[in-house]
């Protein structure tokens, strides 16, 4: 009979029961039947399930606030998204809580609601993620917050935690959360691990935020946390209520993600794509977070193939050096080997056989799921390409329906966005990397910024495999699966057969021509030289203009420097750029995600108008441009790499 309610129980019921302990939750149940006797067994059943599901568990305990004497710990400046370092740093004394007590310290200084407020506390589930979520559970509830939202066994991908302060409940209930990533980088106890904080409209702190974060973690001399509290269950959905009216509300970590989603698209057409005779798809997780979101939405609610979505179990390690991937959940050509291959590529893009069908669909997350790849069948697409097609196809896309008023792309993204803005009319906007400069044009007109013009609908996206629009403040990889997977059902429903990935690609660039694009990166380089290096281009901007390299003339070549059209703000210093008379463009980049060393990112772009030869290999085009770069840069003298350790 239990076995049997299963058909007739709610997803969220359905999700309660796959995330417990079945025998004992059974026992439970048949005990319960038993002593009540019911004539409808099924609906007994039925109802024990959804009260279960939002069961309440009362804890007594001290509530009281323990002050901790602590010192400033040098370095905690977080990068383009969080603060990320070696996890056993994080495990360290007072290293989490360092930073977590002058994140407080900072809101309470800038005015925000934090007493009696929800916060949001979840993560990737890499190794450390639950034990840190206890201690920010401790150190919030000091800090005054009324309740926190969690998801399930601490889960919570990123754009799903934007998605849960924007929408779940009434809607920018929190006033913030805290997110327990380090995005791709590699989990364990010798890998990475991070942190981050998310304001009240579901995107990463801004810039005037962080530096004061900043400040604060040099000043820092007090921890405060409510100690007597015990570890909350956070494996099991319900509410945890504490003394004084707080409580720990833990939930289903993909139901809102999923809410919004369906707000987003039409999931009956996708499902008519799904079930095509011709369609065939495959989804690697990487064993990061995405997991549970991609079953339950791919396999779920569209009807892929049981099987369709790989490795998606989330894992501490991403997988670990056991993996093919070797935990570096980092959906491209080089670590998402096991997609690429199944895919009938290589991680140079080159074709192979591989002695089986190949799916028409493919796509891959990273670990933290705001990333992702797209492929078709023997064909990869790139990220500043993705995100340009989806643009020209927006009117597919439900979303879009009242039409897209505004774009935007990181710097270093390929020009190819630009080109089709400037033919559909529509604001375009060039920024720096990092998701959190793409907020306030998407805030732009809101109560936010009321006086300031409206620039929603929009959509954005960087090349380093991350694309989003304004449904959350985060970029979004389960959002760019599902508006390709739009695209190609209403393109498949015009055409009356099928249409893929490569057919949109082919399309797109007769009419728009194509920017041929590839990014090099030097990992793990000396970060003293790499910096030397930057200073050295940097100190000759504005004088090789006019001057000729590989047989192209410089047109351009500075610091590029953002003004923020929305509030003024500056920021300096994002990056040196090379740009010729014929429109190519060679770009240099420190990343801010790494923990080890410095990463130099290199970006080669090449222009080929429709009427040119569009059939090319992208890597080979841009090969004369490396070379341009390295006379430019002497990267091989200050870094000492011959080559680079990963190409996209």
């Not at 057409?269 to 690697?284: C, G, N, Q, R, W």
């Not at 990061?288 to 501490?316: D, F, M, V």
Request: one cysteine or more.
């Amino acid at each position: 009979s239990t076995l049997h309610t299963m058909a007739f129980v709610s997803d969220d019921g359905k999700q309660y029961i796959l995330n417990h302990d079945m025998a004992g939750l059974f026992d439970e149940m048949a005990s319960d039947a038993m002593n009540a006797q019911p004539k409808d067994l099924i609906a007994h059943l039925i109802g024990f399930l959804e009260k279960k599901k939002n069961a309440s568990v009362k804890i007594e305990c001290d509530m009281s606030v323990e002050t901790i004497t602590t010192q400033p710990i040098a370095g905690q400046v977080p990068g383009t998204s969080g603060l990320r370092k070696k996890t056993k740093q994080f495990m360290g004394e007072n290293y989490l809580a360092n930073y977590v007590q002058s994140v407080f310290n900072t809101l309470a200084e800038s005015g925000v609601p934090v007493a009696g407020g929800t916060l949001v506390v979840s993560g990737d589930g890499r190794f450390w993620n639950q034990e840190a979520i206890q201690i920010i559970i401790k150190m919030a509830f000091a800090a005054g917050v009324g309740r926190v939202w969690c998801g399930n066994n601490g889960f919570m991908s990123t754009p799903a935690t934007s998605a849960v302060i924007r929408a779940r409940g009434q809607g920018f209930e929190p006033f913030g959360g805290f997110i327990c990533s380090a995005s791709h980088n590699p989990g364990g106890i010798d890998d990475d691990f991070g942190i981050k904080y998310n304001c009240e409209n579901g995107g990463p702190a801004p810039e005037k935020l962080t530096n004061k974060m900043v400040e604060w973690t040099a000043k820092v001399t007090e921890l405060r946390f409510c100690s007597n509290i015990p570890d909350i269950d956070i494996s099991r959905i319900g509410t945890i209520e504490l003394p004084g009216g707080r409580s720990v509300e833990v939930f289903d970590c993909v139901e809102d993600h999923l809410a919004v989603l369906k707000r987003c698209f039409d999931f009956g057409s996708i499902k008519k794509l799904v079930a095509h005779p011709e369609f065939s798809m495959t989804y690697d997780c990487m064993s990061g977070i995405q997991g549970p979101y991609a079953l339950r939405i791919l396999e779920g609610e569209l009807g892929a193939t049981r099987g369709s979505c790989k490795n998606a179990t989330p894992k501490p390690d991403f997988g670990g050096p056991e993996s093919a991937w070797h935990g570096h959940a980092d959906p491209n050509l080089t670590y998402a080997v096991e997609l690429v291959a199944e895919m009938g590529l290589n991680k140079e893009g080159l074709k192979i056989d591989t002695g089986k069908p190949i799916p028409k669909f493919g796509a891959a997350a990273d670990g933290d799921a705001d990333r992702n790849m797209i492929l078709s069948s023997q064909f990869f697409v790139s990220p500043s390409d993705s995100l340009a097609m989806i643009v020209a196809n927006s009117n597919l896309i439900p979303q879009f329906r009242s039409g897209l008023k505004g774009c935007a792309r990181s710097m270093p993204t390929s020009g190819a966005l630009d080109i089709v803005a400037a033919k559909m009319g529509i604001e375009c906007f060039e920024v720096p990397t990092g998701w959190k400069f793409f907020g306030n044009l998407m805030d732009s007109g809101t109560h936010y910024f009321p006086d300031k013009k409206t620039y929603t609908p929009f959509i954005c996206g960087e090349e380093s495999f991350g694309t989003g629009a304004d449904h959350v403040r985060e970029k979004d990889g389960m959002w760019a699966v599902l508006a390709w997977l739009q695209i190609l059902a209403k393109r498949t429903e015009q055409a009356g057969k099928l249409v893929t990935v490569e057919d949109v690609a082919n399309e797109h660039w007769k009419q728009f021509g194509r920017n041929y694009y590839a990014r090099y990166d030097y990992e793990g380089v000396d970060k003293l030289k790499a910096e030397e290096m930057m200073k050295a281009m940097a100190d000759k901007a504005g004088t090789l203009v006019g001057q000729q390299f590989g047989g192209m003339t410089i047109k351009t070549n500075d610091v590029f420097e953002y003004v923020d059209p929305v509030d003024g703000s500056i920021s300096k210093n994002q990056g040196i750029r090379f740009i010729f008379e014929d429109g190519s463009r060679v770009i240099f980049r420190l990343s801010g995600t790494g923990v080890a060393g410095a990463t130099v990112r290199l970006y080669l772009e090449k222009y080929e108008p429709k009427e040119g030869n569009l059939g090319l290999h992208q890597f080979d085009v841009v090969l004369p441009l490396a070379a341009v770069a390295e006379e430019l840069s002497l990267l091989e003298k200050y870094t000492g790499r011959k080559a680079p350790t990963v190409i996209t």
